[in-house]
C-alpha cells in the first residue's frame, strides 16, 4: 500500500492524442508484433504507449509494404502512442543482396573472421552487424526512415552494442568487433588521445614495434603501412582473447556491456559506439522534423544517452548486481515454482534510476520481462494468483521507486499471450489506479529523508516531484507466502523537513481514499497505517 498526494487534472495531449512527450507516460505495456501484425490486447489495456509495438526483424520491414501501418490510426484513437522498432545487431545472410556485403556488414574476431552466432538457435547463420560500418548504419536508417514514413511517433533501436561479445564460439569473452573498419577507428582514437607520443612512447606505453607502429604520417585506415591492431593481437598471443588484462591495449579498447553505455566509460569502444548512436538519433530526429514536421521519440534496450525513453530489458547475466553465480539482479524472483514475493527488488531498481540519470538525464526508465530467457519462463509458468501479484508487488515496487513497469502482453515467439494466460481483466483493471492517479507518479526523485515502517518485511520509499515539490510516501509489502500476508496498525515515521498540511492514503487494493490520523512536529511525521497489502501511498 502506498500513500500519495494526489494531483488533479489530465495529461498533456498532442495533436495524435496521446501525450505530448514521454514524460507524461504513466502506463506502459509490451507488446511486440511483426510489422504486419496488430495485438488487439493494446487497445483493451489503453496504456499511454508500448515500448515497441512492431519489430523490424531481418527482411519483414525493408520495404514500406511490409507493414500495417493502419494500425497507427487506431491506436491514435485510443490516445496511445506508438513506437516502432527494429533490431539494432542482429543479421542474417538473406537480408543483403549478396554475401560479400552480408560479409561486410559482420562483425569479426580478432583474426579477422566473421563472428557467428549460434546461440541464437535460429536454423539460418546469425551475425551481429558492425556498428562502425558507415554503411550498416545507413542500413538501420533506411528501415527506420520506412517507420517514419508510415507515421510511427517513436523509434525503438533494439540491442545497439551487442556485436561485442564474441558470442558462444568465444565463451562471451568479448572476442568481437575487431574489424578493419573499427581498427582504424581505434587508431583516430589513440593519435586524438595520446597527441604527443612518439614512437618511442607507443613501444614502451603499449608494447607496439617498429614493424607495428601507430604513425601519424599515414592515414588511420591505412592497416598495412599504419598500426594494425589485428597484427598487434596475434603477435601478442591474445588473438583468442583479446581483452586479456596481460594485453596493455585492452584498457584502451574497453569491455562492451551489452544493452549498457556507462556515463563514465571514455574507452574507445564507449566512445565510438556512444559517437554512432548519437549520430543516428540526430539523424532520425532531424529527418522526422523535415519530413512528418514533427519530433519523434527515440528509445533503446538498456541505458542509453540521447534518448526520451530507456527500456531496460530484465533477463538473466544482467549486469546490475554483483552476484556469486554473475547471473545478475534476480528481477522475476521464483523459488520452487512459486513467486518469491519476499524479495525486494527497491535496490536494484533505485539503481537503475541513477544510473539511468547519469547517462540520459531526467528521462523515464521502463523495466520489462526480456524474452526468451529464465526470468520470462519462470514468470509464464507462476500459478494465475502469483503473476498477479508479481504485478502488484514488482510492478508496483516500481511506480514506488520512481520507475515504471511494462506490463507483458505478447512477444515475439509464440509465447502465450495475457490474454490466454487469464491476465488481461486483472491488467485493465488493476492500471486504472495509476491511470486515475497519474499525476502522482510522474517525473519522481527519490527523497534523501529516511522512511521508517514499524512493520517487517515493508520496503518504504519517498518520493518527491520534480517541479511541484510533492512528497509521497510508498509502501511495498513483501510478506508473501505463495500470497500476500497483510500488515496491520504499523506505524510509519519521516524525518520531512517541513510538515505537511494534509495527509492522505491511497491504494490500488482498495477503493476510496483514506484521511489517517497523524501527527507531525519539527518536520517529523508518524502516522499509523491501519492495513497494507500490497501497495500503499501516503500523499503528503
Keep these: 500500500m502506498a500513500v500519495a498526494l494526489v494531483a488533479s487534472g489530465p495529461p498533456a495531449v498532442g ?21 504486419r501484425e496488430e495485438d488487439p490486447q493494446v487497445y483493451e489495456l489503453d496504456p499511454d504507449t508500448t515500448i515497441r509495438a512492431i519489430g523490424k526483424w531481418s527482411t519483414a520491414g525493408d520495404e514500406a509494404a511490409d507493414y500495417d501501418f493502419a494500425q497507427i490510426d487506431r491506436y491514435h484513437a485510443k490516445g496511445i502512442t506508438f513506437m516502432g522498432s527494429g533490431t539494432a545487431s542482429v543479421i542474417f545472410p538473406e537480408d543483403f543482396a549478396t554475401a ?42 533506411s528501415w527506420a526512415r520506412i517507420q517514419v514514413d508510415g507515421g510511427v511517433d517513436g523509434l525503438n533501436f533494439d540491442e545497439i552494442n551487442a556485436g ?33 607520443f612518439t614512437a618511442a612512447d607507443w613501444k614502451s606505453r603499449f608494447g607496439m614495434t617498429d614493424g607495428n607502429i601507430l604513425r601519424r604520417d599515414v592515414p588511420p585506415g591505412d592497416l598495412t603501412a599504419n598500426f594494425n591492431y589485428r597484427d598487434h593481437l596475434r603477435a601478442g598471443g591474445w588473438n583468442r582473447d ?13 569491455r562492451v556491456v551489452a544493452n549498457r553505455m556507462y556515463a563514465e566509460d ?24 523535415r519530413t512528418r514536421h514533427r519530433g519523434i521519440l527515440i528509445s533503446s534496450n538498456g541505458l542509453w544517452p540521447y534518448v526520451d525513453v530507456n527500456s531496460v530489458g530484465m533477463y538473466p547475466w544482467n549486469p546490475d548486481e554483483q552476484t556469486p553465480d554473475f547471473r545478475g539482479a534476480d528481477y522475476v524472483p521464483v523459488d520452487g515454482g512459486h513467486l518469491d514475493g519476499a524479495k525486494s527488488l527497491q535496490s536494484q531498481y533505485r539503481y537503475l534510476k541513477e544510473q539511468n540519470a547519469r547517462i540520459a538525464g531526467q528521462v523515464p526508465v521502463v523495466v520489462f520481462i526480456d524474452w526468451p530467457n529464465d526470468m520470462m519462463t519462470d514468470y509464464l509458468n507462476l500459478p494465475l494468483r502469483e503473476k498477479q501479484d508479481y504485478w502488484r508487488i514488482f510492478g508496483a515496487e516500481a511506480y514506488a521507486n520512481g520507475i515504471f513497469p511494462a506490463f507483458h502482453l505478447k512477444d515475439t515467439v509464440g509465447s502465450p499471450t495475457a490474454t490466454d494466460l487469464g491476465m488481461m481483466d486483472f491488467f485493465t483493471t488493476y492500471t486504472r489506479f495509476y491511470k486515475d492517479h497519474r499525476a502522482i507518479f510522474k517525473d ?3 527523497g534523501a529523508q529516511p522512511v521508517r515502517a514499524g512493520a517487517a518485511g515493508v520496503a518504504a520509499s519517498l518520493l518527491v516531484q520534480r517541479g511541484t515539490g510533492k512528497r509521497s510516501i510508498h509502501l511495498v509489502n513483501h510478506n508473501y507466502d ?19 498540511r494534509r495527509v492522505s492514503l491511497i491504494s490500488p487494493d482498495f477503493p476510496q481514499a483514506k484521511s489517517p490520523a497523524f501527527s507531525c512536529r519539527h518536520g517529523k511525521l508518524t502516522l499509523t497505517v491501519d492495513r497494507l497489502d500490497h501497495y500503499d501511498i501516503i500523499q503528503l
Design 15 to 35: 495533436a495524435a492524442g496521446s501525450p505530448s512527450r514521454a514524460g507524461d507516460f504513466v502506463v506502459y505495456g509490451f507488446s511486440q508484433s511483426d510489422v
Design 100 to 141: 560479400e556485403i552480408f560479409d561486410d556488414m559482420s562483425t569479426r574476431d580478432a583474426d579477422g573472421d566473421p563472428v557467428p552466432h549460434d546461440e541464437f538457435g535460429f536454423p539460418e547463420p546469425a551475425r551481429r552487424g558492425n556498428l562502425f560500418n558507415p554503411k550498416y548504419r545507413e542500413y538501420l536508417l
Design 164 to 196: 561485442f561479445s564474441g558470442g558462444s564460439k568465444y565463451g562471451f569473452n568479448g572476442n568481437e568487433g575487431f574489424d578493419d573498419y573499427a581498427i582504424a577507428d581505434f587508431n583516430r582514437y589513440l593519435l586524438a588521445k595520446y597527441p604527443a
Design 242 to 254: 583479446p581483452v586479456n588484462a596481460a594485453n596493455p591495449l585492452a584498457p584502451e579498447w574497453g
Design 266 to 289: 571514455t574507452s574507445f569502444t564507449a566512445t565510438y559506439i556512444r559517437r554512432y548512436w548519437k549520430e543516428i538519433v540526430d539523424e532520425m530526429r532531424a529527418y522526422a522534423r
Design 444 to 446: 519522481n526523485e527519490i
Design 482 to 500: 505463495q500470497g500476500i500476508v497483510p500488515q496491520t496498525g504499523f506505524s510509519v515515521q519521516a524525518d520531512l523537513g517541513s510538515c505537511p
